[in-house]
């Protein structure tokens, strides 16, 4: 957790002892971290869309060509997944702040 995180998280257990202005200034540097968060995601989604659609041309390419679709391999991992009984648990950490890192990559 960032020092700005652990100082909001603080400020929003002290609220009755914060002026308005104090507030405001929060709910701004939250509102902007919230856009950040955002654009992130729908970049992120871009990207998704485009790999997605690659592998969907790939795929239809192979097929068309008569060649297997899908592999032993991709057999293994579904009867991992479908053995698995995780209904809806992330395999990702949520808690972890590696988004800001991989933003300047972009």
């Not at 654009?39 to 871009?46: I, M």
């Not at 869309?49 to 969907?56: M, S």
């Not at 592999?71 to 698995?84: C, E, K, Q």
């Amino acid at each position: 957790m960032s020092d700005r995180d652990e100082r909001i998280d603080k400020a929003l257990l002290n609220l009755e002892d914060k002026s308005n202005e104090d507030i405001r200034g929060l709910l701004n540097d939250l509102h902007e971290e919230e856009q950040r968060i955002s654009y992130r995601r729908r970049v992120l989604h871009g990207k998704i869309d485009i790999l997605r659609a690659e592998l969907v041309r790939r795929l239809k390419s192979q097929r068309e060509s008569g060649d297997d679709v899908i592999s032993a391999t991709d057999v293994d991992r579904l009867i991992g997944i479908l053995a698995n009984d995780l209904r809806g648990v992330s395999n990702v950490d949520v808690a972890e702040d590696d988004f800001e890192d991989n933003e300047d990559d972009e």
